[in-house]
């Protein structure tokens, strides 16, 4: 049996093992803006080795605050995670991030680099799953598809799963660190290859912006006027979004004008015609604001927790805020507690779920 085969058989078995679970009973005549869910931040990304961390303080003060990683994804949506980020490279040739400088440091040093996950899928071309290319690589697989297939095993297996937000964060250039390598930016091409690759491996398991827009004049006024779908009609599918501004948002928007047949909700301020779904990480700074976008239709995602902070000083005022702001999508680093830490700190909701009616919207109707 093939490796690729053996993960997809373990993340089978993982997710029958979930669909016994009740965790995601919420939404009955519920709309998807109207549940709250806990997700993680860079769902991918597994611990760096310590000696390379210890190596990083070189070069950055605050190296400490990659310092987590996750399980692997059908575990943690076994748990009941509800949401998920993927960080995506793109290579065009294959091979240019098989060598890391991380571990090319390691070794001139006299220390053994730990293995590379996967070393053979960085060999080929296509879209690569790495948080740093260069220093924070370890992720349970390298290629996007591996992750695709995944999401796809557990939800047929979990044919009633709520809605899942995947964020998406595109890596292009680099550190300006000499031995550093450049990640290229995705043109027109390369995003609707993207597209591509997304809507063929989830084919009928996506809520997409024309999904949501259906007749309306434009994807905000959809939201605004009708509403998000029933949590009842789209469960068993996820939410894409491109979790990107500037110039990487306006090529993906080239590649798809008003979002129209794409994959990906672009993030986009209140009042233009595609704007649906909003990240706004800091909710202590941010509450009133996410507070009055959620009031008024949009969706958003927030973070409860960020570069370990408030993790190793068991401070939940981020996460409390979080709550209050009304996001629907909350993001942390710790659904579980990370024992080396000695804290205790993670994040979920008061009866130990993921998932919630949401506190500002669900009593309303629309």
């Not at 031995?179 to 009928?204: K, N, S, W």
């Not at 990107?244 to 798809?256: N, P, V």
């Not at 659904?335 to 993670?346: A, C, F, I, K």
Request: charged share 25%; aromatic share 8%.
């Amino acid at each position: 049996m093939s490796n690729v085969a053996c993960r997809l058989l373990l993340a089978g078995l993982l997710a029958v093992c979930s669909s016994c679970r009740t965790v995601d009973l919420p939404g009955r005549g519920l709309r998807m803006n109207q549940l709250q869910v806990i997700g993680t931040h860079n769902s991918f990304k597994m611990r760096i080795q310590p000696e390379l961390l210890a190596r990083m303080k070189w070069l950055y003060r605050d190296a400490d605050s990659l310092d987590y990683g996750h399980a692997p994804i059908p575990e943690q949506l076994a748990l009941g995670v509800r949401n998920l980020e993927l960080d995506v490279y793109w290579d065009p040739d294959g091979g240019r991030y098989a060598q890391p400088l991380g571990n090319r440091l390691l070794g001139m040093l006299g220390k053994e680099p730990w293995s590379m996950q996967h070393p053979n899928d960085l060999q080929t071309a296509g879209f690569k799953v790495l948080h740093d290319c260069d220093f924070d690589f370890r992720s349970h697989h390298a290629a996007l598809e591996d992750y695709l297939d995944e999401l796809r095993v557990f939800s047929d297996a979990n044919p009633g799963h709520v809605p899942i937000v995947v964020t998406m964060n595109i890596k292009q250039g680099n550190h300006g660190i000499p031995g550093t390598v450049a990640g290229p930016d995705l043109d027109v091409g390369e995003f609707q290859r993207l597209d591509r690759l997304i809507a063929g491996r989830l084919e009928g398991k996506l809520v997409t912006p024309d999904l949501v827009r259906g007749d309306a004049d434009s994807l905000e006024r959809a939201v605004l006027d009708r509403g998000w779908p029933l949590v009842d009609d789209v469960r068993g599918r996820y939410l894409f979004v491109l979790d990107a501004g500037g110039a990487t948002r306006d090529r993906y928007l080239r590649a798809f004008p008003e979002l129209r047949g794409a994959t990906y909700f672009a993030i986009a301020r209140p009042g233009d015609a595609n704007a649906a779904f909003l990240v706004i990480n800091d909710p202590v700074r941010a509450g009133e604001r996410i507070r009055a976008l959620v009031e008024r239709g949009y969706m958003v995602r927030t973070r409860a927790d960020s570069g370990t902070r408030e993790a190793r000083a068991n401070d939940r005022r981020r996460f409390d805020a979080a709550k209050q702001s009304g996001a629907q999508v909350i993001s942390t680093d710790y659904p579980s507690p990370d024992e080396r830490l000695g804290t205790g700190y993670h994040v979920r909701f008061d009866d130990g779920t993921f998932v919630r009616a949401n506190p500002i919207t669900a009593s309303r109707q629309r």
